[in-house]
Every structure is written in C-alpha cells, then in structure tokens.
Nanobody, 116 residues
C-alpha cells in the first residue's frame, strides 16, 4: 500500500507565499515523477507543476515564474514553493505520484486560499 500525504495549505493574502510538501511512503520502489495539481471550486482539476526523474520540470503557464517545484529523492518528497500568490490560485492542491511501474497515486489534497 502506498500513502501520499500533502501538507502546507493555508489561508494567505494576495502577494504572499506558501510552501506545500508531499511525501510518498509505503510499498513504493521507485518514482518516475511527482507533481502537483489543483482544483478550484466548480472547475476541473488541472496540472500545476510536475518534476520528472530526469530533473526536468513542467509548469502551467499561469504559474510560471511564481511557483517552483523541487524534490528530495531520498525522502520521496516533493515541494511546491508558491510566491506572489493570486486569488485565482485558490483551490485544493493534490499531489500526484507516478512510480516506476507506471502506477498513479493521489493524496487527499490540501486547501490553499488566497484572499484579495
């Protein structure tokens, strides 16, 4: 069994910063990619950022230059540093983990609320 746990969500004012963390544990023998998705009320879940085993990162256009994804491979942990937050960044942020067997695991999500 694999567990994916996010943390770090909070209420913050526009222009502020937050750092999200996500740790994967359990029966996981290797990770291909770890990433973050978000879902705003009434909208579909969308990709925010993903970091592949190779070290290459992809970002949604809306967060480029403001968000940075990083990873601690030894701890199976991925981080999302979010700066210059905007009200439209509000949503539930989900961690996504793809292991070497191409299995996909999701966390329960952490709420980020940006007030104007």
């Amino acid at each position: 069994q694999v567990h994916v746990v996010e943390s770090g969500g909070d209420l913050v004012q526009a222009g502020g910063s937050l750092r999200l963390s996500c740790a994967a544990s359990g029966s996981i023998f290797g990770i291909n990619a770890m990433g973050w998705y978000r879902q705003a009320p009434g909208k579909q879940r969308e990709l925010v950022a993903v970091l592949k085993e190779s070290g290459s990162a992809d970002y949604a256009d809306s967060v480029k230059g403001r968000f940075t994804i990083s990873r601690d491979n030894a701890k199976n942990t991925v981080y999302l540093q979010m700066n210059s937050l905007k009200p439209e960044d509000t949503g539930v942020y989900y961690c996504n983990v793809e292991d070497i067997m191409r299995r996909i695991f999701w966390g329960q999500g952490t709420q980020v609320t940006v007030s104007s």
